[in-house]
Nanobody, 115 residues
Framework: QEELVESGGDTVQVGGSLRLSCAPS????????MGWYRQQPGKQRELVAF???????RYADFVKGRFTISRDDAKNTVYLQMNDLNLEDTAVYYCYDILDGNWYWGQGTQVTVSS
């Protein structure tokens, strides 16, 4: 069962904004979310953004200048601020963590952008 929980997905119009959140489902969790993937309908999952071990944010080309990833270490929470959304941003967004070489995912949160 999922140890990470995403929230914040919704339906918005083109040009709108959303902020996604991801946090462990339990207190005293060992999980520290690293970043975000998304999966468009009929497509494979693709990397959106993550925070490197140096603390530097990394972004896919298709979100540069529009999305911002941030983290609250005290809450083990990672955020994705999504601005200027377009139709291609419609997808299920997943947060993830890698622990001892294993990948862990949340259940995903749906983002739908309409015209």
């Amino acid at each position: 069962q999922e140890e990470l929980v995403e929230s914040g997905g919704d339906t918005v119009q083109v040009g709108g904004s959303l902020r996604l959140s991801c946090a462990p489902s339990r207190s005293d969790s060992m999980f520290w979310p690293m970043g975000w993937y998304r999966q468009q309908p009929g497509k494979q999952r693709e990397l959106v953004a993550f925070i490197a071990n140096t603390g530097d944010p990394r972004y896919a080309d298709f979100v540069k200048g529009r999305f911002t990833i941030s983290r609250d270490d005290a809450k083990n929470t990672v955020y994705l601020q999504m601005n200027d959304l377009n139709l291609e941003d419609t997808a299920v967004y997943y947060c993830y963590d890698i622990l001892d070489g294993n990948w862990y995912w949340g259940q995903g949160t749906q983002v739908t952008v309409s015209s």
